[in-house]
């Protein structure tokens, strides 16, 4: 049971007949003794008459998937039926991470009539955000009291990574139409397949005119070029301890995330494979096979589960899964951290591996931003703070440096420049058919 903010009101206006009666020579004891007695009895009745909420039917409707950080809209379908109309108060039990509006909604239901509720979700973590039961109280005639009980109503809202890097998407799409010349002159170059034929304009490299297709037409055919497709990206996201760490407004592998589905997005355009591994010592997430508008929407749903775990990642194992996944040379993107030189012994010697037969990009979401010699002077937190940060920045110097004697590209950023980094660098390797 339940008791409404009506019940203290009514405790405290036994104060009348208290006075009132004590003024006659009643004890006033026995006056405010009688008047509990007689407030007891009322909410005893109100709950006995009160409708019982098991009588209420619920029905839940949910949007499969979500992106973090946009509205979702949330349905409950309330049926009574119980043969007397049931007012009070419903509270959807979803986890605060959901984002669900904090109070009660106020319901009145007549007898056999249904309603619906709505509220907005607005989700601020990925994964699997469950409720499995709501909350139902079921007023008293007197309003006084009722009764209260959880009514099972299981729902399941996959949220998934909100792709915030999408705005530079269509700066980077723009810059892969005039490669592959869709906006401009097809080129020729190391790299490049042959296109098609046309004929010559004043101008073009007549180191491209196809002789023989000249000399069976009756003008000057000029062979065109575009950048080679059919190429193979594997994308490795590590989940282990170091992709929890928080830079900026999240952790390091959200941003990981972004950067991912910026570069598939953009490969997926590009006619190019992509791969994606998420891994620690088990593999957590993997996509493959899957090319064209379906790369994107199949990488979201796979991400959106995975969290970091607080175990270090096997290397070894994950340069066998690489080898496995393409048989041929392709460009191998490593998500990680790079900033401490004790932690990425591992890594470094697993590198090789990959960079044998693979190009290799090594990227990270930096958590040291630039240090300045001033803020070190000011008290002593900040010479901590300050020494702290320098520290990691040399040591993201030195491991960067094995990187590159490894023969494999380091990239260090912030969480919201890491993505547009990794695809720069896809698209340089792309113009110079490096891939």
Do not use: C
């Not at 005039?178 to 190391?190: H, I, N």
């Not at 990239?411 to 720069?424: E, G, K, M, Y």
């Amino acid at each position: 049971m339940f008791v409404t903010g009506r019940l203290p009101i009514v405790v405290a206006g036994g104060l009348i007949p208290l006075v009132l009666l004590s003024a006659a020579g009643i004890p006033a004891w026995a006056v405010f003794g009688a008047w509990l007695l007689l407030v007891i009895a009322a909410v005893a009745v109100d709950t006995a008459l009160a409708p019982r909420p098991a009588d209420l039917r619920v029905a839940r409707t949910l949007p499969a998937r979500a992106r973090r950080g946009k509205v979702a809209l949330s349905e409950l379908r309330l049926t009574n039926t119980a043969r007397r109309r049931m007012r009070g108060w419903v509270r959807d039990a979803w986890q605060p991470t959901a984002g669900a509006p904090a109070a009660r909604a106020r319901i009145d239901v007549p007898s056999g009539q249904t309603i619906t509720l709505r509220a907005s979700l607005m989700p601020r973590r990925r994964g699997e955000l469950t409720t499995d039961f709501v909350v139902v109280r079921a007023l008293g005639p007197l309003g006084l009291a009722g009764r209260q009980q959880r009514i099972d109503a299981r729902g399941v809202l996959r949220v998934l990574p909100p792709f915030s890097s999408r705005r530079h998407l269509p700066s980077r799409l723009a810059r892969l139409r005039e490669l592959d010349g869709e906006t401009s002159v097809q080129v020729r170059g190391r790299g490049t397949e042959f296109d098609s034929l046309r004929e010559y304009v004043r101008g073009d490299d007549v180191r491209a005119i196809d002789w023989r297709a000249t000399a069976r037409s009756a003008t000057t055919m000029l062979r065109t070029w575009r950048p080679e497709r059919d190429r193979h990206i594997v994308v490795v996201i590590d989940t282990g301890r170091t992709a929890a760490t928080r830079v900026d407004d999240g952790v390091r592998l959200d941003a990981a995330m972004e950067a991912t589905l910026l570069l598939g997005a953009l490969a997926a355009r590009a006619g190019d494979h992509v791969h994606l591994v998420m891994m620690d010592r088990l593999v957590r997430a993997r996509v493959s096979g899957v090319d064209g508008a379906a790369l994107v929407p199949a990488l979201v749903d796979a991400m959106a589960p995975v969290e970091a775990q607080l175990i270090d990642t096997d290397w070894s194992e994950v340069a066998s899964l690489v080898r496995r996944l393409t048989a041929r040379p392709a460009l191998v993107v490593l998500l990680t951290a790079q900033d401490d030189p004790a932690a990425a012994r591992g890594f470094l010697a697993a590198l090789p591996t990959l960079t044998a037969r693979s190009r290799v990009l090594v990227a990270s979401a930096s958590t040291v931003g630039d240090t300045d010699d001033e803020t070190a002077m000011t008290d002593a937190d900040a010479a901590y703070t300050w020494a702290a940060a320098e520290h990691a920045r040399q040591g993201g110097e030195r491991v960067g440096a094995a990187i590159g004697r490894a023969g494999a590209v380091a990239v260090t950023a912030d969480a919201a420049s890491l993505p547009p980094r990794v695809a720069d660098h896809y698209l340089a390797l792309k113009l110079r058919g490096l891939l």
